[in-house]
Structures are given as structure tokens and as C-alpha cells.
């Protein structure tokens, strides 16, 4: 059974750094593209950035490029996002997802962590 | 980028009731979307993948068609665990953008 378990969301300031994890259980972590996706309070689903299974490449939302980092290590089954320099609009849930027959379809999500920039 | 629209924003229906969800692409995406499910307080669920396949688990009264820009989502036969809202997203590149949401609430 696919299980996704991210970890690490919280309260931040402002200018504040997190970082998140999502532990993966179930199927070939390696094999698979993994990425964030977010929801803000109330409103529609933004994906944020996705680390490819095949060459490693990473892409990333304009709204959070340059200080979103996403990484992964696959000996640990884990997926990483580094958030820093964070903003009040970053105040969302974020979810992994597991890539399914594309890198862009996402057929396995994790529970969400909720993370809150505030002062 | 790709920009996803979706229609209706909202719709009320009954049980039993067919429903159709609408969701057009700025740019053609061949077949490269997909539709979810969420419910409130929880995950999205992949419903549709491909614009037409359905993934494992789902019940064959959701359907999905369309190719190019524009692609729709049938539920035929609503029942009460059907309502939620649903989301189209493009999976032709990235950013893999996603629509704004329909939301199906009971008549």
C-alpha cells in the first residue's frame, strides 16, 4: 500500500525558513517523480515543484522559485522542501504526491502539513 | 504557462442526477489531463487520468473525454459520497497547472 507522511510543518515568521518531509512507504521511491502541491486556506490547489525520477531534474512554481528547495533522498525514501524567505501568501497545507504514469499525474498524496507564516 | 479554466464554479444537484464538469486548456494538452476529487479537510484523490482513463479503485459512473483544449468530467447517477469539489489539471508540462474547482453541494 502507497503511504505518504509529511512532517515538519509549523508556525514561521516572515523572512522565517521551514523545512518540510515526506516519508514514502509502499513502492519504488527511486523510480518515481515526486512534488508538492499546496492549498491556502479556502482556496484552489498550486502545484510548487517537482524533483524527476530520471536524471533528477527539478522545476519549480514562479511564485516560489528562488526560495523553495525541493530534494530528495532515495536510500531514506524521502522527499524534501526546503522554504525560506518565506510570506504571508505562503501560509497553505502542502502535500507530496507521488508522479504516476507522468511526472505531472498525481496519483498517490500524502495527508498534508499545514504550514502558517506569521508574526 | 498553461491556464486551466473550469465550468460551472459551482452546481447544486441531486442524488441520481448526471452531472457534467467542463474544463478548458489556454493551449492544446493533447490528452494530458487529469481530473480529482476532494473532499473537505482531506487529500485530492485522482479520479481520471489521460482525459479518458479511470484510475484504480474508481467507480465507472465517473467518465472523462475531451482532447486538445477542451475536456469534460460526467458523473452519471450521483450518489451522496459524490459531493465534494473536483479539479482538472494538465500534466503536459510544467508548471503542472490546475483549474480553479467545481464544487457539486446538494440540492
Known amino acids: 500500500e502507497v503511504q505518504l507522511l509529511e512532517s515538519g510543518g509549523g508556525l514561521a515568521q516572515p523572512g522565517g525558513s521551514l523545512r518540510l518531509s515526506c516519508a514514502a512507504s509502499?513502492?519504488?521511491?527511486?523510480?518515481?517523480?515526486m512534488s508538492w502541491v499546496r492549498q491556502a486556506p479556502g482556496k484552489g490547489l498550486e502545484w510548487v515543484s517537482i524533483f524527476t525520477s530520471s536524471g533528477g531534474s527539478t522545476y519549480y512554481a514562479d511564485s516560489v522559485k528562488g526560495r523553495f528547495t525541493i530534494s530528495r533522498d532515495n536510500s531514506k525514501n524521502t522527499l524534501y522542501l526546503q522554504l525560506n524567505s518565506l510570506r504571508a501568501e505562503d501560509t497553505a497545507v502542502y502535500y507530496c504526491a507521488k508522479g504516476g504514469r507522468r511526472s505531472g499525474d498525481f496519483d498517490y498524496w500524502g495527508q498534508g502539513a499545514l504550514v502558517t507564516v506569521s508574526s | 504557462d498553461i491556464q486551466m479554466t473550469q465550468s460551472p464554479s459551482s452546481l447544486s444537484a441531486s442524488v441520481g442526477d448526471r452531472v457534467t464538469i467542463t474544463c478548458r486548456a489556454s493551449q492544446s494538452i493533447n490528452t494530458y489531463l487529469n481530473w480529482y476529487q476532494q473532499k473537505p479537510g482531506k487529500a485530492p484523490k485522482l479520479l481520471i487520468y489521460?482525459?479518458?482513463t479511470l484510475q484504480s479503485g474508481v467507480p465507472s459512473r465517473f467518465s472523462g473525454s475531451g482532447s486538445g483544449t477542451d475536456f469534460t468530467l460526467t458523473i452519471t447517477s450521483l450518489q451522496r459520497e459524490d459531493f465534494a469539489t473536483y479539479y482538472c489539471q494538465q500534466s503536459y508540462n510544467a508548471p503542472f497547472t490546475f483549474g480553479p474547482g467545481t464544487t457539486v453541494d446538494i440540492k
Open positions: 509502499g513502492f519504488i521511491f527511486s523510480s518515481y517523480a
Open positions: 489521460a482525459a479518458s
